[in-house]
């Protein structure tokens, strides 16, 4: 069954603006991932945090983590043109190789 | 590096036909394998997945199968496709210890007439 759910579906934004885009689960994980999915295209990692962590960075990356509401959000700062893209959380827990993934948020960065 | 080939990318088949994609892994011994479909506006839905050569575990019971005869080599197969097996396969891998970052490959688009 699909654990993580991303919020909103859909994001249209301008460039230069920053998005946020949020994940929320419903079991214990021991780390929850985002990936990025250009249109038609296999998904690429972007990051990944571990339950004992609650704030991480990678370039125009942060992402932020907070078990106790059972919630991740990914901050896209600066968007640009190129960040039109499909976005998933997936969430890691059990056994160390089946990640599940929610349905994702269309991010639209308009020039 | 690591690579993961993935073919074909396109593939339109009838009703009732086989099916087989391939995906092969270079640059890494020994993967985590997995084959995932994605239905249009869906997440990802893990199908099969493997630790090991003829080690298959099936995530959903449907029509197709896979098969893992070489170390890097994952095929995905049906015997006799469904209208609903079309969708977007993605083939992907992981290391076996340490963390479970998947890496996909490019997908192939599974359309059955």
């Known amino acids: 069954s699909q654990q993580g759910e991303e919020d909103p579906q859909a994001l249209s934004i301008q460039e230069g603006e920053n998005a946020t885009m949020n994940c929320s689960y419903k079991?214990?994980?021991?780390?929850l991932q985002w990936y990025r999915q250009n249109s038609g295209r296999g998904l690429v990692h972007l990051i990944l945090i571990r339950s004992n962590e609650r704030e991480k960075h990678s370039g125009r990356l942060r992402v932020t983590l907070d078990t106790s509401k059972k919630s991740s959000s990914l901050l896209i700062t600066a968007s640009r043109a190129a960040d039109t893209a499909s976005y998933f959380c997936?969430?890691?827990?059990?056994?160390?190789?089946?990640?599940?993934f929610g349905k994702g948020t269309l991010l639209t960065v308009n020039p | 590096s690591q690579t993961i080939h993935q073919w074909p990318a396109t593939l339109v088949q009838p009703v009732g036909s086989p099916l087989s994609l391939e995906c092969t892994v270079e640059g890494t011994s020994n993967p985590n394998l997995y084959w995932y479909r994605q239905a249009a506006g869906r997440g990802l839905q893990l199908l099969f997945y493997?630790?090991?050569?003829?080690?298959i575990s099936s995530e959903v019971p449907q029509n197709l199968s896979a098969s893992r005869p070489q170390d890097r080599q994952f095929i995905l197969s049906s015997k006799k496709l469904l209208l609903s097996d079309s969708g977007f396969y993605l083939c992907?891998?992981?290391?076996?210890?340490?963390?479970?970052?998947?890496?996909f490959g490019e997908g192939s688009w599974l359309t059955v007439v």
């Open positions: 992907a891998w992981s290391v076996t210890v340490s963390g479970n970052t998947i890496y």
């Open positions: 997936a969430t890691g827990g059990g056994s160390n190789y089946k990640l599940t």
């Open positions: 493997s630790v090991g050569i003829g080690q």
């Open positions: 079991t214990s994980i021991n780390n």
